[in-house]
């Protein structure tokens, strides 16, 4: 007599803590908004700023996942591996450049949420630690996110604040970002990578990467490229993201339709951003304002600008990039540049001490706890502090040889 097989167990679902996070955000920011303890009018005039800014960051992370799913990320990292050629020291650079190029491009967020298992899987395939790899996403996730508009969400806010376009703004952040890099790449090497090379600091090449689908790759990779030329050519960047978005997605719906899905549309992120920028916009008519133009007081000069990327970084560290800047922004004067960028470069390179000064930093925890990787959490809290006070000072006084 055959015994029954026991049932499927069932699985329930749960919410991420993220997910709950975002909603509880959005549901505050509504409550502000219609209470009254955020005016109609602030209100209307912060929702009419950030429709760009939810329209991009849609359509670029899709972008991204989409590029991902192509296998675009998996040919690059298996690509730059054999262009190492086993050579430990080649392969941190460029991991560093990828990493660099990926959040300069495709926004900060894609490298923490996609790039990061791609150089995790490609530790396991060489056989080689994974922490140094992990922490080279993270890190450049973070201070390569100067250069460009589109790297953050910050820099829109702030390339819309002083006025400049994507050129322009490009031009007067290059020496910075160039700063923060080399310093960052510089931590990489003696805090995480030299450290844990392997014997003789050579490793065993892999074999190339072919995609499932050239077709499909192919067309991401024109997607990407035909984003970074609309960017180039001074195209609005939700424009640029949207019709290079409907190529890939053209592509995909020919190739391999069962890809497509709603929960490719980052939702958590759109609720995260309209529940924060209510939240702050309410906090600053109520106090908050006074408390941070209080640290970043009416010094100009090269000192005000040290405050301001000082203060930047600490109030992410404490909260988070995003409100910190938010929060900096309303009580500097328009017409004060330096001390503007200033403040954004202490909320970009900064928010690294603390899990979560950066929700990129935060996702990255999640990926690599779901990836099986546990990085070294003193060390990280260390090297991580020593970088945001180094890089954003790096930047910082860059920034203040081009002002």
Not at 208 to 221: C, E, F, N, S
Not at 250 to 269: A, C, I
Not at 289 to 297: H, I, R, S, T
Not at 343 to 351: A, D, E, F
Request: net charge positive.
């Amino acid at each position: 007599m055959k015994t029954a097989a026991p049932p499927e167990p069932t699985v329930r679902w749960r919410p991420h803590p993220l997910d709950l996070v975002a909603v509880a955000l959005a549901v505050v920011g509504a409550a502000c908004a219609l209470s009254g303890l955020l005016p109609r009018a602030e209100t209307t005039a912060t929702l009419h700023r950030i429709l760009p800014l939810l329209l991009f960051l849609g359509t670029v992370i899709v972008l991204a996942e989409l590029t991902a799913a192509a296998g675009v990320f998996d040919v690059l990292a298996s690509r730059l591996a054999i262009a190492s050629r086993g050579s430990w020291v080649a392969l941190f650079l460029l991991c560093g450049g990828l990493a660099t190029v990926t959040t300069l491009v495709l926004n900060l967020d894609t490298t923490a949420v996609l790039l990061t298992p791609v150089l995790l899987a490609l530790a396991r395939t060489l056989r080689v630690p994974a922490a140094p790899l992990a922490v080279t996403t993270v890190w450049l996730a973070n201070t390569a996110s100067l250069l460009l508009p589109v790297s953050n969400l910050t820099n829109l806010l702030a390339a819309d604040r002083v006025g400049l376009a994507p050129l322009a703004y490009a031009q007067r952040m290059a020496l910075p970002q160039l700063a923060a890099v080399v310093v960052t790449m510089a931590l990489l090497w003696y805090g995480w990578w030299r450290r844990d090379r392997p014997a003789g600091g050579r490793f065993v090449p892999p074999a190339r990467h072919v995609p499932a689908d050239p077709v499909l790759h192919r067309t991401a990779l024109c997607g990407c490229l035909l984003f970074v030329a609309g960017i180039l050519a001074g195209v609005e960047i939700g424009l640029a993201s949207s019709v290079a978005l409907a190529v890939v997605l053209l592509g995909f719906v020919v190739r391999s339709p069962g890809t497509l899905r709603p929960g490719l549309v980052p939702v958590r992120l759109l609720l995260f951003v309209v529940g924060l920028f209510l939240v702050v916009q309410t906090l600053g008519r109520h106090g908050l304002d006074d408390l941070v133009g209080g640290l970043l007081g009416a010094d100009g000069g090269a000192l005000g600008a040290l405050r301001a990327g000082g203060t930047g970084a600490l109030l992410a560290n404490a909260v988070n990039n995003l409100p910190a800047y938010l929060a900096g922004e309303s009580v500097l004067p328009v017409a004060d540049h330096t001390r503007l960028l200033a403040l954004l470069i202490g909320t970009n390179v900064g928010p690294l001490a603390a899990p979560w000064a950066s929700l990129a930093t935060l996702l990255w925890f999640e990926r690599c706890r779901a990836g099986g990787v546990t990085v070294p959490v003193t060390r990280f809290v260390l090297t991580s502090t020593l970088l945001a006070v180094t890089g954003a000072l790096a930047a910082v006084g860059a920034l203040l040889l081009v002002s």
